[in-house]
């Protein structure tokens, strides 16, 4: 497969991403400035301030003199590492293999996937775009070369898609800093009257040598693929990964499970020297026709048992479609939490929602039903029934307020439903109900419990609760709402007891 490269050069870099987090900014002229050598020099210009006459490298005072209104903001180092690799990794959906070209671009090398965008073209034009749309003033290049590539991104007008094996033709024309050389050879190349790189590639290499030293040769043949150019990835941080590599292909159930029983004991060993368990794992499987399937699993409780989550993991073993073979596995445990290690005795006392035994039936059953199919539920500091309660994140999560002392139906409905009453005293409870066209009568009723609302949050009518018994033995939570010589007073059905 021919390579194909392409560059990112962001004009404005740092003023850009500094106008993302501060949007005033946007249209205003302004720099990044630091003191060099007892001078305050702009580091970098926006594009509002670079059309006004103020630029890189020139003093504050004097670029102040051009623009009045000139804002200038203290640089901060290493700034542009971080951004870049920040916009790096949002890349990484393109291609795999993404580098920083520091001090304002992107690397990429994309053989192999342009075609998922429908050709070069698209490729570029999408990965533009999206920075743009995003805030930043980008240009880009696709070449067979890393030098080629920077070289049109930068210093080119048109024609960003140079054609497999024309890198010549494409530096030909440019100007000997699209190389990449020392500010020493460029001084030296400007003095003996090189405007082009043209005439560089018609020289003999040793002329160039003893003329220039090494630099500009190896440049050169960077530029035109002779010499390869190496690419450090950018990497996105998942501390606990471990691969297994196939020496055959594998299609089976049975090597998928071996497989997954590898990576766990691998994977566990790290995390129980951490004093950690896994909440999320991912298992992602390469195959040899180039595409990945995944399988992942989550637990309600921080477990390194490799029975368990192999258990977990085999649940899901049938989602996973083999095809021809697949040749690499990676287990990632995206998700971890601390756990606190005890000693284990025979015959202990129950340990209640901390007890491991109930984390890993749960997570069995979650793995058959869902996830979804099993809540726990927490108090909250609300007055509001249907907001005094909350989903708990974990098994082990400990309430921040106690539970109301009077009772509650075991069932309380999402959204009160209207109901039809009739009271002999109007604030007294009602003697029946009529609900979904169903006829109650009441016969023993308790209450009432006025709950109002939280005057922070909104405001409106009180709401009077009574707990009654209709003639059948069943039990419901109903409430009037306003007061019950209001003439606007509803009735609503909120809940049902055991």
């Known amino acids: 497969m021919q390579?194909?490269?392409m560059a990112i050069w962001f004009r404005h870099l740092l003023t850009d991403g500094l106008a993302r987090r501060r949007p005033e900014l946007k249209d205003l002229p302004f720099v990044l400035a630091a003191p060099v050598k007892n001078r305050i020099v702009i580091t970098a210009a926006s594009a509002a301030a670079e059309r006004e006459g103020a630029f890189v490298n020139m003093a504050v005072a004097d670029a102040r003199a051009a623009v009045p209104e000139l804002l200038a903001i203290d640089d901060v180092p290493g700034q542009a590492a971080k951004l870049l690799r920040l916009i790096g990794l949002g890349c990484i959906r393109y291609t795999p293999i993404v580098a920083l070209n520091l001090p304002d671009g992107l690397m990429l090398d994309i053989s192999g996937c342009t075609?998922?965008?429908?050709?070069?073209?698209?490729y570029l034009k999408e990965i533009v775009l999206k920075l743009r749309a995003a805030g930043f003033d980008a240009r880009a290049a696709i070449a067979d070369t890393p030098g080629t590539a920077w070289a049109v991104a930068r210093f080119a007008q048109k024609r960003p898609i140079i054609a497999s094996g024309a890198q010549a033709i494409a530096i030909a024309g440019l100007p000997p800093a699209a190389l990449r050389l020392e500010p020493d050879i460029l001084d030296k190349l400007q003095k003996l009257?090189?405007?082009?790189?043209?005439?560089?590639?018609?020289?003999?290499p040793q002329s160039l040598r003893r003329r220039f030293g090494t630099g500009l040769l190896l440049r050169i043949d960077q530029a035109l693929g002779r010499v390869e150019e190496y690419l450090e990835a950018l990497v996105p941080l998942v501390p606990y990964t471990e691969r297994l590599p196939s020496l055959e292909p594998i299609r089976t159930v049975p090597g998928i499970e071996i497989a997954i029983e590898k990576l766990l004991e691998m994977l566990c060993l790290r995390l129980q020297a951490d004093g950690l368990g896994v909440r999320k794992a991912v298992l992602k499987c390469h195959r040899i026709d180039g595409?990945?399937?995944?399988?992942?699993?989550?637990t309600t409780k921080g477990s390194h048992s490799v029975s368990h989550l192999l258990r977990l993991f085999k649940l899901q073993i049938d989602k996973i479609e083999p095809a021809l073979g697949i040749e690499l596995f990676v287990m990632e445990a995206s998700r971890t939490e601390e756990m606190d290690v005890?000693?284990?005795?025979?015959?202990?006392e129950s340990k209640g929602l901390g007890d491991t035994s109930l984390a890993e039936l749960l997570d069995r059953i979650a793995g058959k039903v869902g996830a979804a199919a099993i809540q726990r539920f927490l108090p909250a500091e609300h007055h509001w029934p249907e907001r005094s309660i909350k989903l708990a994140g974990s098994l082990t999560e400990q309430p921040q307020t106690a539970w109301p002392e009077l009772p509650r139906p075991m069932r309380l409905l999402n959204e009160p439903e209207s109901i039809e009453v009739m009271a002999l005293v109007p604030d007294h409870p009602p003697k029946l109900f009529v609900h979904k066209g169903k006829r109650h009568t009441i016969a023993k009723a308790d209450g009432p419990e006025r709950i109002g609302r939280e005057w922070w949050q909104d405001s409106g009518q009180h709401r009077d609760y009574y707990v009654v018994e209709d003639s059948e033995g069943c039990r419901y939570w109903v409430f009037r709402s306003g007061?019950?010589?209001g003439g606007d007073a509803q009735w609503?059905?909120?809940g049902y007891f055991a």
Request: net charge positive.
């Open 3 to 5: 390579k194909r490269f």
């Open 115 to 122: 075609h998922l965008w429908g050709g070069e073209r698209e």
């Open 193 to 204: 009257g090189f405007r082009n790189i043209g005439p560089l590639l018609d020289i003999a």
């Open 291 to 298: 595409r990945k399937v995944q399988v992942g699993i989550t």
């Open 342 to 348: 005890v000693q284990e005795q025979l015959w202990a």
């Open 483 to 485: 007061h019950y010589d």
């Open 492 to 494: 609503y059905l909120h």
